[in-house]
């Protein structure tokens, strides 16, 4: 051993131990997505034939049924990655937008969070730092009460070696909160505004009516008509639309179903997998239906299938009333699960706010006038 081995670790000097693995049983296979799937093709014309009637030839009308694309598909499969899992499409050839190729590990894994991860500047705002982020993050979601537990977390925050007090100090609190709840009174020249801002965005106000029959031993028997409210909503084209086209979203959405089989070995059957809406069977029915209807006059832009999937939470609006809010969310299908349920990925949006059962029951009560038999 010479002098400069002295200045290495211990397990470097021995080249012995450089190639050494792991026991298996203490080994952790990463998961990874589906193999990749191949060059897509050039279009070939002789696959799908433009099928007319000679009587649509002889005489165009509107009334003549429209032109049919009949196109001849065939089971594709994808080779399969190491857990033998592979893709098996039903088209007349593989897709060239594949989302799987923009899959990261993080996606497929859930890593302990780390409080001082190294972010940028800008995904803390109205915060100006990570410190003062931390901080105010812990007051609001620490409970009214603060705990042990609450008390061991902010020993977590203040004691770590990348929290910086003079980050802190300098903090306008009030400022902040006054922002995040939204108003501008303390910065009038502020032309920054909610995503969710009707003068921002495509949200409506439809009015909400229903009728209510009265006996015939009533003074006014019948229907009578009340207003009950006032739903705000978003329409739904243009959300799908918003979705379709957004950069951070569009590379991550499954325009294509397909079925996922896992095959262990090559002597075995494979067994099909569930776990995505848009390789269930019920979305392969619905594209397969759509590319086999009869096409918009005059439109041959590719034909997707999305599926939407509604959510709806009761959100407490005050920590010192009962005033409360059911938000009504909206998800696309064809994307993975595992983005939807990661919170950072933003894959849900705001559609519709109900109102409460009792405001509305308060007031029909207001409006309607029982009198005794």
Same mark, same amino acid.
Not at 39 to 50: F, G, I
Not at 75 to 87: E, I, P, V, W
Not at 167 to 173: A, H, L, N, R
């Given at each position: 051993?010479?002098?400069?081995?002295?200045?290495?670790?211990?397990?470097?000097?021995?080249?012995?131990?450089?190639?050494?693995?792991?026991?298996?049983?203490?080994?952790?296979?990463?998961?990874?997505?589906?193999?990749?799937?191949?060059?897509?093709?050039?279009?070939?014309?002789?696959?799908?034939?433009?099928?007319?009637?000679?009587?649509?030839?002889?005489?165009?009308?509107?009334?003549?049924?429209?032109?049919?694309?009949? +196109?001849? $598909?065939?089971?594709?499969?994808?080779?399969?990655?190491?857990?033998?899992?592979?893709?098996?499409?039903?088209?007349?050839?593989?897709?060239?937008?594949?989302?799987?190729?923009?899959?990261?590990?993080?996606?497929?894994?859930?890593?302990?969070?780390?409080?001082?991860?190294?972010?940028?500047?800008?995904?803390?705002?109205?915060?100006?730092?990570?410190?003062?982020?931390?901080?105010?993050?812990?007051?609001?979601? *620490?409970?009214?009460?603060?705990?042990?537990?609450?008390?061991?977390?902010?020993?977590?925050?203040?004691?770590?070696?990348?929290?910086?007090?003079?980050?802190?100090? *300098?903090?306008?609190?009030?400022?902040?909160?006054?922002?995040?709840?939204?108003?501008?009174? +303390?910065?009038?020249?502020?032309?920054?505004?909610?995503?969710?801002?009707?003068?921002?965005?495509?949200?409506?106000?439809?009015?909400?009516?229903?009728?209510?029959?009265?006996?015939?031993?009533? #003074?006014?028997?019948?229907?009578?008509?009340?207003?009950?409210?006032?739903?705000?909503?978003?329409?739904?084209?243009?959300?799908?639309?918003?979705?379709?086209?957004?950069?951070?979203?569009?590379?991550? #959405?499954?325009?294509?179903?397909?079925?996922?089989?896992?095959?262990?070995?090559?002597?075995?059957?494979?067994?099909?997998?569930? !776990?995505?809406?848009?390789?269930?069977?019920?979305?392969?029915?619905?594209?397969? !239906?759509?590319?086999?209807?009869?096409?918009?006059?005059? +439109?041959?832009?590719?034909?997707?299938?999305?599926?939407?999937?509604?959510?709806?939470? !009761?959100?407490?609006?005050?920590?010192?009333?009962?005033?409360?809010?059911?938000?009504?969310?909206?998800?696309?299908?064809?994307?993975?699960?595992? $983005?939807?349920?990661?919170?950072?990925?933003?894959?849900?949006?705001?559609?519709?706010?109900?109102?409460?059962?009792?405001?509305?029951?308060?007031?029909?009560?207001?409006?309607?006038?029982?009198?005794?038999?």
């Amino acid at each position: 051993m010479n002098d400069e081995d002295l200045d290495q670790p211990l397990a470097e000097r021995r080249g012995r131990r450089e190639n050494r693995q792991l026991p298996k049983r203490y080994r952790d296979i990463l998961p990874e997505p589906p193999a990749a799937l191949p060059p897509a093709p050039q279009p070939v014309t002789s696959e799908c034939a433009l099928t007319t009637s000679p009587a649509t030839m002889s005489s165009p009308s509107s009334e003549q049924p429209q032109n049919i694309r009949s +196109c001849d $598909r065939k089971l594709l499969k994808t080779t399969q990655n190491t857990f033998g899992l592979f893709r098996q499409y039903h088209a007349t050839h593989f897709p060239d937008h594949d989302p799987n190729e923009n899959i990261t590990r993080d996606d497929l894994m859930v890593a302990s969070p780390d409080a001082f991860s190294g972010n940028s500047a800008d995904s803390y705002h109205p915060y100006p730092n990570q410190s003062s982020f931390l901080l105010g993050e812990w007051y609001w979601n *620490g409970g009214l009460k603060k705990t042990q537990s609450g008390f061991q977390d902010l020993i977590k925050i203040v004691g770590h070696p990348r929290f910086r007090p003079e980050d802190v100090s *300098g903090t306008k609190w009030q400022l902040i909160d006054a922002q995040l709840s939204g108003d501008r009174s +303390c910065n009038p020249s502020s032309d920054e505004g909610w995503e969710d801002e009707e003068d921002n965005g495509d949200w409506a106000k439809t009015p909400i009516k229903i009728r209510v029959p009265f006996h015939k031993r009533s #003074l006014h028997p019948g229907q009578k008509e009340f207003n009950v409210g006032t739903l705000h909503h978003r329409k739904l084209v243009s959300v799908i639309k918003e979705k379709i086209m957004r950069p951070s979203s569009h590379p991550h #959405l499954h325009f294509e179903p397909y079925e996922l089989f896992w095959q262990p070995t090559e002597a075995s059957e494979p067994v099909k997998v569930h !776990g995505e809406l848009y390789t269930s069977e019920a979305f392969i029915e619905a594209h397969r !239906g759509l590319q086999e209807s009869p096409r918009e006059p005059g +439109c041959d832009l590719q034909r997707v299938v999305a599926g939407l999937m509604f959510a709806s939470d !009761g959100t407490q609006l005050t920590a010192f009333s009962t005033a409360k809010l059911w938000p009504i969310y909206l998800a696309m299908g064809n994307e993975s699960k595992d $983005r939807r349920t990661k919170p950072s990925c933003q894959a849900f949006e705001h559609i519709a706010y109900l109102e409460t059962v009792r405001r509305i029951s308060l007031a029909l009560r207001q409006s309607v006038i029982f009198l005794p038999f």
